[in-house]
């Protein structure tokens, strides 16, 4: 499959390192390791490097994402609201920690600045959906209702229905 990606760059161009690592992202999900090596390998540079770019920003990731991705807010109008205390439910009801990913893979909780949903903080998402003036009481029932869901090709499945 890198050779697909890798025929529409020259070979030991540096300036593809970026390009290839979105590319290779956008088909795996994230960043295996054995593709870091290919990359490496294909533009001239240290696996060292490749992966000091691959962790420098953040829209790369090293571990794929699990099937429910739940975002929490911590912009200011969350953060007044206690977003903290939402975060600290969810760590401990998922036994993960943010930026993690249950060893089930149903799974991974993310920080981010703001989702835009001031007017009902404190704000989290599950995939695309949203839940807004929460508290840590509602934790648990929201991770119920996706921990019995399954994706299959973009659709969510309840599995009561599999």
Do not use: W
């Not at 807010?73 to 943010?98: M, P, Q």
Request: charged share 25%; hydrophobic share 35%.
């Amino acid at each position: 499959m890198h050779n697909q990606i890798f025929e529409k760059y020259t070979k030991a161009d540096k300036s593809s390192l970026i390009p290839l690592l979105q590319e290779v992202q956008a088909i795996y999900g994230y960043l295996p390791e054995d593709a870091l090596t290919d990359v490496s390998e294909y533009v001239k540079l240290p696996l060292s490097r490749v992966y000091g770019v691959a962790t420098f920003y953040n829209q790369f990731r090293m571990s794929p994402l699990g099937e429910n991705v739940i975002r929490v807010c911590r912009g200011t109008a969350c953060h007044v609201k206690n977003s903290s205390n939402l975060l600290f439910a969810l760590e401990d009801a998922l036994n993960i920690k943010a930026g993690e990913t249950t060893r089930d893979k149903k799974f991974t909780i993310e920080l981010v600045n703001c989702i835009g949903a001031c007017s009902i903080a404190p704000v989290i998402t599950v995939n695309d959906d949203y839940f807004g003036r929460i508290t840590t009481k509602d934790i648990p029932s929201i991770v119920k209702k996706y921990a019995g869901k399954t994706k299959t090709n973009g659709v969510t499945v309840t599995e009561e229905a599999v």
